[in-house]
């Protein structure tokens, strides 16, 4: 089953008051009954509206014009060119039923075209998205109803609150924000409760103002998009293109995100203030009044890095390790008794009957069989402060590894990368956590030491950056900083 999450208009209503569907009518000698002034009287009402007396029989009115004349009894011939049939479904009057019908039809078998109206292909369960206003939310409850198809049902139509063109502020500021997490609610929800199901959105029907944030929405969380164009009556379809975060760049503006900042520019400091200019241009952030503001976009990305940043391919993180390969053939490490280690492993593996683990580096005071070793592992300051739950997981499983192996480094050395906006006391009780099970594990016989390593990556400049990681591979790698635990 594939489920379609569907943005709605009003085409319903708009086609239907076409100068040249009225001809149709006329040409088949048809009173033509019409919606336009309560159409028009009804531009702009919200939802909360949607049940008030005053606007009953208007509603009424167009919901009865509509399915007596324009679901069925007519269909489009050409371009612009509509005639008068008999009983059969009007697939074309809406631009959400002819993208949910395109779609379907993608489903069946080849050469079966015919089968439109069958169940031969998957099924589609259908979630209609409606704006804030009455004629959306109206449009959508008519589609659910009077759209039947053995092979498509429907879920409860979904209304946006605040999404609507009649006050820029509402839609700005709470429209945008609801309906993103709206689109990320139902895409969760599908794919935790049905694994295998296909999610897609389609975008046909709706403001054109949308579109963005839902293609970036659905790049972020490979949801593929589908768009009918109803002048051409031809189903596009966007799969995720291979474009993602350049995680060098996300260490450094989380924090600004995760702050959710709303101070004056009195109240930040230079560094700050420097950091959300830059945000500003990549509408990330916003200036309102004299103040930032995070924008939906900033929302939609935050959220996504909290999600998604563990499972990331991090090229930053493969870049750390090679420097600290270095740093320690430079900079001989030497542990709490003064003793010098001058081996140095990089991505050592270590197996355990069917369990296995990667080592980031291990260092050894010499090559023989048994002699003293210390393990040190990078982490990034996001993995740690976002995931600490999966790294002392990981370090379990480690641990079991090693003593499996009746191996006992001598100390455990994490070193955590971050940017210079990071604050270093967030951490603490994370690094309190893999300290304490160290000491557990191994009977306090292995001493925990932990580092920081400051990175810089530029956001922007008047020269862009093409590749933002060769000023920190060019550089010699700072002296490590350590942690009072």
């Not at 049940?51 to 009424?60: A, C, S």
């Not at 007596?68 to 011939?77: A, L, R, T």
């Not at 830059?278 to 995070?294: A, C, D, H, W």
Request: aromatic share 12%; hydrophobic share 40%; charged share 25%.
């Amino acid at each position: 089953m594939k489920t379609v999450i569907t943005t709605v208009g009003t085409s319903l209503f708009t086609n239907y008051m076409r100068e040249e569907v009225q001809k149709a009518f006329h040409a088949a000698g048809v009173r033509y009954e019409p919606i336009k002034e309560n159409h028009d009287k009804l531009l702009d009402i919200p939802v909360s509206e949607y049940n008030q007396p005053k606007w009953r029989g208007r509603i009424t009115n167009i919901e009865r014009v509509v399915k007596e004349n324009w679901f069925v009894g007519i269909e489009k011939q050409d371009h612009n060119l509509w005639k008068r049939s008999d009983g059969s479904f009007n697939q074309h009057a809406s631009s959400e039923i002819t993208s949910i019908l395109k779609i379907y039809q993608t489903t069946l078998p080849a050469n079966s075209k015919q089968q439109l109206w069958s169940d031969a292909g998957e099924e589609l369960e259908i979630i209609l998205i409606a704006t804030d206003t009455t004629l959306s939310y109206l449009a959508a409850n008519m589609i659910k109803e009077s759209f039947i198809h053995p092979g498509i049902r429907f879920g409860e139509p979904k209304f946006i609150p605040g999404l609507q063109v009649a006050n820029f502020r509402d839609f700005e500021n709470t429209g945008f924000f609801a309906l993103i997490d709206a689109i990320k609610s139902i895409i969760k929800i599908t794919r935790k409760n049905r694994q295998r199901q296909e999610v897609v959105l389609n975008i046909s029907g709706g403001y054109k103002a949308i579109i963005p944030i839902l293609t970036i929405i659905g790049q972020l969380y490979d949801v593929p998009l589908y768009y009918v164009y109803e002048e051409s009556d031809e189903l596009i379809t966007l799969s995720r293109l291979p474009i993602h975060f350049d995680w060098s760049l996300v260490e450094q503006f989380y924090p600004y995100l995760q702050m959710n900042i709303n101070e004056n520019y009195a109240t930040l400091s230079q560094v700050d203030v420097e950091v959300l200019e830059e945000l500003v241009p990549l509408q990330l952030y916003k200036k309102v009044n004299g103040s930032y503001k995070i924008t939906a976009l900033g929302q939609l990305f935050r959220d996504f890095i909290d999600e998604e940043s563990p499972a990331a391919a991090n090229t930053l993180g493969f870049f750390v390790e090679y420097k600290l390969y270095e740093y320690f053939h430079l900079h001989l490490y030497k542990d709490s008794q003064g003793k010098q280690y001058h081996i140095v492993k990089r991505g050592e593996k270590v197996k355990y009957g069917s369990d296995d683990s990667d080592i980031d580096l291990l260092l050894k005071s010499d090559d023989k069989q048994g002699s003293p070793f210390i393990i040190v592992e990078s982490k990034s300051y996001l993995r740690l402060l976002l995931h600490i739950g999966k790294t002392l997981e990981r370090l379990k499983a480690q641990i079991r590894i090693l003593k499996g192996l009746q191996m006992q480094p001598e100390e455990y050395v994490l070193i955590t990368y971050k940017t210079q906006h990071y604050s270093a006391s967030k951490l603490k009780e994370n690094f309190q956590k893999i300290k304490a099970l160290l000491q557990a594990e191994f009977q306090d016989e292995c001493l925990f030491k932990a580092y920081f390593i400051d990175i810089e990556m530029k956001l922007r400049s008047k020269r862009f950056y093409m590749n933002p990681y060769q000023r920190f591979l060019d550089a010699p790698l700072a002296h490590l900083k350590p942690v009072d635990l």
